[in-house]
């Protein structure tokens, strides 16, 4: 199993073009991605399915590595700067 998350968070980060220091939320991500995904030995359910009783809410999934802006202050920007 370590092998396999390993290699999934090696592609994540390779499809994010980001560097290595971002491995451990790569890593997060693909072990909560692996254990929402159906699996064969569970008749189709999912590991968090088997574990919790209930379907998973996928609904909040983002990509992983997309924009992100935060807003800078007025007191922390000058009148052409930008404000995120």
Same mark, same amino acid.
């Given at each position: 199993?370590?092998?396999?998350?390993?290699?999934?968070?090696?592609?994540?980060? $390779? #499809?994010?073009?980001? /560097?290595?220091?971002? *491995?451990?939320?790569?890593?997060?991500?693909?072990?909560? &991605?692996?254990?929402?995904?159906?699996?064969?030995? $569970? #008749?189709?359910?999912? /590991?968090?399915?088997? *574990?919790?009783?209930?379907?998973?809410?996928l609904?909040? &999934?983002r990509?992983?590595?997309?924009?992100?802006? $935060?807003h800078?202050?007025d007191?922390?920007?000058t009148?052409?700067?930008?404000?995120s």
């Amino acid at each position: 199993m370590n092998r396999t998350i390993m290699e999934k968070a090696r592609t994540i980060l $390779l #499809e994010a073009c980001l /560097p290595e220091s971002f *491995w451990a939320e790569a890593v997060n991500t693909a072990v909560y &991605l692996h254990n929402r995904r159906p699996i064969k030995s $569970l #008749e189709g359910k999912t /590991p968090h399915q088997a *574990w919790n009783g209930i379907k998973p809410d996928l609904s909040q &999934l983002r990509v992983f590595g997309c924009d992100a802006y $935060l807003h800078v202050p007025d007191e922390q920007r000058t009148k052409l700067e930008v404000k995120s």
